[in-house]
C-alpha cells in the first residue's frame, strides 16, 4: 500500500506535535516554519509528552511553500489568525484530488479553504489538546491529544463518514493519536466552541485559568451561559446540542489540570488573538439566521479592544 504523505503548514504546537507523531510512525512529513525554521533545520523537533518523550533529529524542514513537494494531506495549523496567508500557501502543496485537513479552533475555517482550493477534500478536525510551543522546535504536550474528525461539504450538510475521513483516521490511529468521526461537522464545530467561547475569552478579560473561573460562584454561571449562548447559536443553524453536553463540558473542565487557555498564552504573550474565528464567526453566523448572541458579541467586542490596545 503506498504510504500518505502529509504536510504541516505552521509547526507550533499542535502541528509540531501531530506532524511529529505521524513521522515518528513512519510516514513523510513536510514541516513549514517561519521562526524556528533554521532550528528545526539543524536540530529537528524534540516532543516532551506526557505519553513518552521524543526527539526526531532530522525533519524535512521548510521556509517557504514553493520548495516543498505536493503532498497528499495538509494540516493546517496555523494560528486563524495568519489564515489570510492560505490564499498563497494552500495552492502549491496539495495534491489534486488531496486532503486539506483543517486542525483550528473556529468555525467556518472549511468554508473559507473551500473558496481558496477546489479538487480537494476538505476535513475538519476539533482537537481536545493541551500543547504548547515551549521554544523553537520543542513542543510541550501536557494533555489529551484526541481529534474528531467530520469531512466539510458546501453549506455544512451532513456527508456521513467518507473514505477520505477513513483514511486519515488510519494513519492518525497508526501514529497513536486517538480519532473519533463525525457525519456532523458544523455540530462538532458547535461544540468546541462550547469549551472554547467561555473559557478562552473569560480567561483573557479576567485574567484567570479554568480552575480559578471554575470555582467561583459568578465566573462559573458567567461560563455556564455562555455556554447555553452557544447553543442557541448552535440551534440557529438547525443543530441541537444537549444539556447533558454542557454538563459534561463544565464536569470535564472541573477535572482538568488547571489550565492557562491557548488565548490566554497569547495575550500575555502579545500575539495576536484568534478572535474572528472563535467569537466573530459565530456570532456572525446566528445573526445572520436571525438569533442576536449578545454576551458573545459583548465578549467579542471586549477582546478586540484588548487585542488592539496589546497590538499598540
Ligand atoms: N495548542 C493546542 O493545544 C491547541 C488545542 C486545540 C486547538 N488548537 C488550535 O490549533 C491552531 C494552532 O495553534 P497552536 O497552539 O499550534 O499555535 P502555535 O504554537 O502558535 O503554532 C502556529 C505555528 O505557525 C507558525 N507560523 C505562523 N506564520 C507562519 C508562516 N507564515 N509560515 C510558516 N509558519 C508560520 C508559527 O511560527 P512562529 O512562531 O515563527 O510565528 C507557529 O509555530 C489554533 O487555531 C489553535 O486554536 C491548539
Ligand atoms: C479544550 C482544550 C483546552 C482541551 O480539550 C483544547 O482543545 C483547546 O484549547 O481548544
Same mark, same amino acid.
Given at each position: 500500500m503506498v504510504k500518505r504523505t502529509y504536510a504541516i503548514l505552521g509547526t507550533g504546537a499542535l502541528g509540531g506535535f501531530y506532524g511529529a507523531k505521524l513521522q515518528k510512525s513512519g510516514l513523510e512529513v513536510h514541516y513549514l516554519l517561519k521562526s524556528d525554521y533554521q532550528q528545526v533545520r539543524e536540530n529537528g523537533l524534540i516532543i516532551e509528552s506526557k505519553d513518552g518523550d521524543f526527539t526526531l533529529p532530522q525533519v524535512n524542514a521548510?521556509?517557504? &511553500?514553493?520548495?516543498m513537494p505536493q503532498c497528499d494531506v495538509v494540516i493546517v495549523s496555523l494560528k486563524t489568525t495568519q489564515n489570510q496567508l492560505l490564499r498563497d500557501l494552500l495552492p502549491p502543496i496539495v495534491k489534486d484530488n488531496g486532503t486539506v485537513l483543517v486542525l483550528q479552533n473556529g468555525l467556518d475555517i472549511e468554508a473559507e479553504v473551500a473558496e481558496i482550493v477546489s479538487n480537494v477534500s476538505i476535513i475538519g478536525g476539533l482537537c481536545f489538546l493541551c500543547s504548547?510551543? &515551549?521554544?523553537?522546535g520543542h513542543i510541550h504536550h501536557l494533555d489529551y491529544g484526541q481529534i474528531t474528525l467530520g469531512e466539510y461539504t458546501s453549506n455544512y450538510q451532513l456527508t456521513g463518514i467518507t473514505q477520505k475521513m477513513r483514511e486519515v483516521t488510519a494513519d492518525f490511529e497508526n501514529a497513536g493519536i486517538s480519532i473519533e468521526l463525525l457525519e456532523d461537522l458544523l455540530l462538532g464545530r458547535w461544540k468546541k466552541l462550547v469549551w472554547n467561547i467561555p473559557y478562552n475569552g473569560l480567561s483573557v478579560i479576567l485574567d484567570a485559568r479554568t480552575d480559578e473561573l471554575m470555582a467561583d460562584i459568578h465566573t462559573r454561571q458567567l461560563v455556564e451561559n455562555l455556554m447555553w449562548e452557544v447553543a442557541a447559536g448552535a440551534k440557529s443553524t438547525g443543530r441541537i446540542i444537549p444539556e447533558s453536553f454542557i454538563q459534561t463540558m463544565l464536569d470535564y473542565t472541573v477535572k482538568m489540570k488547571p489550565y492557562r487557555t491557548s488565548m490566554k498564552i497569547d495575550f500575555d504573550e502579545c500575539r495576536p488573538l484568534e478572535i474572528e474565528a472563535i467569537f466573530g464567526n459565530p456570532f456572525r453566523k446566528a445573526e445572520a439566521a436571525g438569533v442576536y448572541l449578545q454576551q458573545i458579541r459583548c465578549l467579542y467586542q471586549q477582546l478586540k479592544f484588548l487585542d488592539m490596545r496589546m497590538r499598540k
Open positions: 521548510y521556509n517557504n &511553500v514553493e520548495k504548547n510551543k &515551549v521554544a523553537p
